[in-house]
Structure formats: C-alpha cells, structure tokens
Nanobody, 115 residues
Framework: QVQLVESGGGLVQSGASLRLSCAIS????????LGWYRQAPGKQREMVAT???????NYADSVKGRFTASRDNDKNTVYLQMNSLKPEDTAIYYC?????????WGQGTQVTVSS
C-alpha cells in the first residue's frame, strides 16, 4: 500500500514562510509528475503546483512567484516552499500523483495564515 505523508503545515502570520514536505513510500524516480493541491473550506480542491521528473514546474496563477515545488528522488520526497503567505492561502494541502491510472493522495496538512 503506497502512502503519502504530508508535514510542515501550521499557523503563521501573513507574510511568513512555510515548507511543506510529502514523504512517499515508494520510489518516485519513475513517477513523472508529482503535484500539490489544496482545499479551502467550502471550496473545491485546486492544483497549486506540479513538478515533473525533468524538474519542469507549473503553478497556479495565485501562487506564482511565491511558491516553489521541488523533489528529491533519492529521499522519495516532494517539497513545497511557500513564501509571502496570504490569508487566502489558508487550506489543507495535499500531495498527489497518478500511477497506472490510480490517483494517490496523502492525508493533507493544514496551513492557516492569519492577517
């Protein structure tokens, strides 16, 4: 059973930084795209960032220039560096990948940004 475990969330003030980690219990070197998603209360889950094996990244417009995704294939871990956090970034953050047609999700980590 593949597991994804997010960590690094917390309660911070506007303008602060956080670094999220997602440890994956399988070798990720063969996983082409790893993603970070978030879901705020009463809203649909949305893509925040993706990163490919070639380190190509894609970001939601709302986080461009503030968030940076990275991956360490040796540690089977994907990261999300979040700078200049805003109250609208408050959400549960999930990491994700799709393999052989199956969607894998972690349990999420809460990020709360106070104004």
């Amino acid at each position: 059973q593949v597991q994804l475990v997010e960590s690094g969330g917390g309660l911070v003030q506007s303008g602060a930084s956080l670094r999220l980690s997602c440890a994956i219990s399988t070798r990720i070197f063969a996983i082409y795209t790893l993603g970070w998603y978030r879901q705020a209360p009463g809203k649909q889950r949305e893509m925040v960032a993706t990163i490919t094996n070639g380190r190509t990244t894609n970001y939601a417009d709302s986080v461009k220039g503030r968030f940076t995704a990275s991956r360490d294939n040796d540690k089977n871990t994907v990261y999300l560096q979040m700078n200049s956090l805003k109250p609208e970034d408050t959400a549960i953050y999930y990491c994700n990948f799709v393999q052989q047609g199956r969607n894998y999700w972690g349990q999420g980590t809460q990020v709360t940004v106070s104004s």
